[in-house]
């Protein structure tokens, strides 16, 4: 029976012990590596989208470096750089001409065909030409009359073109570009030879320069450029498609792969390209040439070995939580935590695994929302932009409606209410940018005209379009053909050559439109407004026309309709007019005469603002690509550094200008930080939601546990009449009550052992030589053992012991009922055959054979010192005589099995010192772990032999509580069945 339970209890605990492995790995994952999980794919996303983030801000440093050397392959800006880097070289030292010459001596050795260098000293005295050709009084003449225009301020006649047209290289007719207009450089054509010229006049010397194209090489000084040193990490390279030449600071292992990417440009319709490792950017150039920007793509390794790390740490973390946790399992004594704080680490751990993936979605969010923010600036700014740019149209309306609303009040049947007319007109006009303002009447007359033709051929071409236009109408709704009526064909012809449509149409166009209009004359855009003054026959009389220049209309339009204050958001907009302006700065008084002019190059800004450099930056950009711009920039105040959002956008109808929106990123920072605010916030009531959750759930579970724990400890304490208080009805409410129910069981039980327990004698019985013992350790708080001794009568004392199999109740009360049995032996009514005989008969009926009982019975006669022995299936007493042990047999069998059974009694002497060693099987049985089931009585009789011998009392007890299975029994684990010890002695001889 002990082999078997053993057994089953090895199998239950390997089963345990794989099941409880598994549930650990389980344990593992969801607390550790699903959050490890969750970790690595919100770091993964948050990486991506800043790798976006990070590659767009990239391709736009790459394309801010390709616009900022674009106009470096056109040869204006590289040659007048070039030049005037010289000419201050040479300034800078003692003899400026001699050095200039040094330097002209090597340019025209390396360059032969590029440059015609003509210089004068400080006396306007030539002193170098470079080119046979060219007059020498040609170039004198030019300077001197460059002088003039620089000093005197006199005008620059037109005439003069035709006379330095060979010098300065101009041989194409109608050349329209005004000379001495733009500083230091001028186009003259579009041959070989002179097609450029560069001039530069100071007191100490002035010089000219042809350039011919003959000698330029194309993108001259890109390929320069490219060559130079890294600026910014950002490498260059200059590919030439035809030739298929590249040039850079680039090794020949990199080349193929420049004309891989040069080569995806042409095929596919992007400019932006990553490819092995690098970023890159492309420029057209021409139908030639491309120029290549790129750069290392260190974010992408950047982000890879974060995640590596990441991966690396996030294995670690898992392996060593794995191995702590099967070190703790194999633990007996494994480290104690407290339900609460396993409730709270649950709850924290359910909602922090949100809140983590939260934490870094809401950080990528953020991010995502902040750059969407900007693009929807940007956005918002192109169409604020091109919404101002299109209510010129607006302006046109309404400057109509005055002019209309003015005709309809004149009288122009009298010369003074001509005269009124006109000068109202004239106030008005001024105010709207506009100073001319001409009144025909019907016949070809003029009646007022601010801007007289001054025999200028375009003004008379001007009125005599106006002065047809009148008489075309009216001979048309004449239907006669008058003799100072214009001749149509050559009108029809006039017309058809210089606007590109009939007179008919024109007239349909600007008289009957009613409206601002913009008319190309020749070389010159006007906008023009035209209304008629009719009699009630519907004849025409008078033709009202007011002009501007189409820069002024434009002007006028920004200056009535333009805020000068921030929007609400705190946008301000900025018009820029596109060609500079030269601004001549008087020269101090004590300066010689000889001394050139001093000009500065401005811009129109409305309304006047001042950039930091960034900003000029990227409006220098705007206004040379011609093309919408975004970028940041960042204004120094004196206490902080406001950053803000640029947007530029070159003019649909105000071609004139370019129209700029600065945004502050203020309001975008203030949106991402109360968004950030709100998710912190969610965060925070999340967490403490949690917590407090946590803790009254908690409160909620652990107080009850709390109370079943104090009645544990009761029950340890043996204080079954402890009670837990009710609880509410769910599980936890469940335990409660059968807690203590429990209890009560416990209570009834703990009488009932009380009771079992003054059932068992607790003295030592002296009977003449004889002394009797006994001591039982029950299995449960009810035993199945008994055992009693007490004097019959002067002679005879009885002593008794038993087992009912089991333990518990059922046992208890066979064993109650064998002791009232056994009870009226004492009174001497009976035999001990007769009382054994019933005791037997009374188990049997009452368990139905379920329970039996072994027992035996002793009778000591003190007179004669033998002993009468009843042995009912019971273990056989050990003799221990002398130093020697042997046992004392008698055969029967147990009661309950049947409802007679025999009795054979065994009679024998005891001597003096001898003992008498009566127990149960459990003292017994229990070594079994020890013999592996052979030899348990053997074990035990060298487990009494070794026992120091004591009292009787000691003795008995020693047997049992120094039992090697009590001593390797756990702590809190019941013994496998009730132990029980009765010893018989004989007094020694003193």
Known sequence: ????????????????????????????????????????????????????????????????????????????????????????????????????????????????????????????????????????????????????????????????????????????????????????????????????????????LSMFVNINKQGYVPMMALARLVKLPVRK?????????????????????????????????????????????????????????????????????????????????????LVISIIISVSLIHKRNSLYISIRLKLLFLFLASSGLPLLILFFTGGAYLLEMKTALIQDAWQNSAELLRL??????????????????????????????????????????????????????????ILFDTEPSQGKSSDQLFNKLYQNILDFHNSQYEGVVRANAPDFVSAELYFNTIFGMSLRAFVDTIAVGQKVVPIQ??????????????????????????????????????????????????????????????????RPKDVSSRRGPIFRKTLKVIPSVKFSKKTVSFVSQVLRTRRLGFDFTERENENENEQFILSGMPGLNLKDFTLFAVKPMKTIEIEISQLRFRLLLFGFFSIAFTLTLGLFLAKKVLEPVRELSRGIAAVANKDFFHRVPSQDRDELGDLSNLFNNMMENLEETTLGRNVQRELFPSEILEHGEFRVFGYSRPASQLGGDYFDYFKVD???????????????????????????????????????????????????????????????????????????????????????????????????????????????????????????????????????????????????QKHLESTQETGIREYCKTIIENHPYLRSLPENTSQIDDFTVVIIERKALT
């Open 1 to 204: 029976m002990v082999s078997e339970k053993q057994e089953n209890k090895q199998i239950v605990g390997n089963s345990f012990y794989s099941i409880g492995f598994l549930k650990l790995l389980a344990s593992i994952f969801m607390l550790v590596g699903f959050p490890l999980f969750v970790v690595d794919a919100a770091i993964n996303y948050t990486l991506s989208l800043r790798e976006k983030n990070q590659l767009s801000a990239t391709f736009k440093k790459l394309d801010d470096r390709l616009t900022e050397l674009q106009p470096w392959g056109e040869p204006e800006r590289f040659f007048k750089k070039s030049l005037r880097n010289l000419i201050s070289l040479a300034l800078q030292g003692s003899n400026p001409v001699r050095l200039l010459q040094k330097a002209i001596f090597i340019i025209q050795k390396r360059h032969p065909l590029l440059f015609d260098f003509t210089i004068f000293d400080e006396n306007d005295r030539m002193v170098l030409k470079t080119n046979s050709k060219d007059s020498p009084f040609l170039a004198g003449k030019l300077l001197s009359q460059m002088r003039r225009f620089f000093t005197e301020s006199t005008l620059f006649d037109e005439n003069y073109i035709k006379l330095f047209a060979s010098y300065l290289g101009i041989f194409q007719q109608g050349y329209q570009e005004p000379l001495l207009t733009n500083s230091y450089w001028f186009n003259c054509s579009s041959g070989p030879k002179k097609s450029w010229f560069f001039y530069f006049i100071h007191e100490k």
């Open 233 to 317: 990490d950002i490498k260059l390279a200059l590919v030439n498609m035809n030739s298929m030449d590249i040039l850079g600071n680039l090794s020949k292992k990199f080349r193929p792969e420049i004309e891989r990417v040069a080569a995806m440009f042409e095929n596919e319709p992007q400019n932006h390209f990553r490819l092995n490792g690098n970023i890159f950017s492309v420029l057209l150039l021409d139908q030639d040439f491309r120029l290549v920007a790129y750069t290392p793509d260190v974010w992408a390794k950047y982000s890879q070995n974060i995640m590596k790390t990441w991966r690396i740490f996030a294995l670690f973390i």
């Open 388 to 445: 101002f740019d299109s209510k010129i149209l607006v302006m046109s309306r309404l400057t109509k409606k005055a002019f209309k609303d003015a005709l309809r009040a004149a009288d122009f049947s009298t010369n003074d209410g001509v005269q009124k007319f006109f000068n109202e007109m004239k106030i008005k006009v001024k105010k709207m940018k506009s100073e001319t303002i001409k009144l025909f009447h019907y016949g070809g007359d």
């Open 521 to 586: 004359i020749g070389p010159l855009t006007i906008s023009v407004y035209t209304d008629f003054v009719s009699r009630n026959d519907g004849l025409l009389t008078h033709m009202f026309l007011v002009k501007w220049s189409e820069l002024d209309f434009q002007r006028f339009y920004i200056s009535s309709a333009f805020p000068r204050k921030p929007l609400e958001d705190g946008t301000r907009l900025i018009a820029i007019q596109n060609a500079h302006s030269w601004t001549r700065i008087p």
């Open 794 to 940: 002067e002679e005879h004392s009885l002593v008794v012991i038993g087992d009912v199999t089991g333990h518990g109740t059922p046992s208890a009360l066979v064993m109650a009922m064998a002791k009232a049995i056994i009870y009226t032996y004492r009174e001497g009514k009976n035999s001990i055959e007769s009382i054994l005989q019933t005791l037997n008969r009374v188990i049997f009926s009452s368990t139905k054979g379920k329970l039996n009982m072994t027992f035996a019975a002793f009778l000591l006669n003190t007179g004669n010192h033998s002993i009468e022995f009843y042995n009912c299936g019971h273990l056989y007493p050990f003799r221990i005589s002398a130093g020697k042990t042997t046992m004392v047999k008698g055969l029967g069998f147990l009661l309950g099995i049947k409802s007679e059974i025999k009795l054979r009694p065994v009679n024998f002497f005891i001597d003096n010192g001898e003992r008498l060693i009566l127990y149960t099987d459990g003292l017994v049985e229990s070594f079994y772990d020890v013999c592996k089931g052979k030899g348990e009585f053997e074990h035990f």
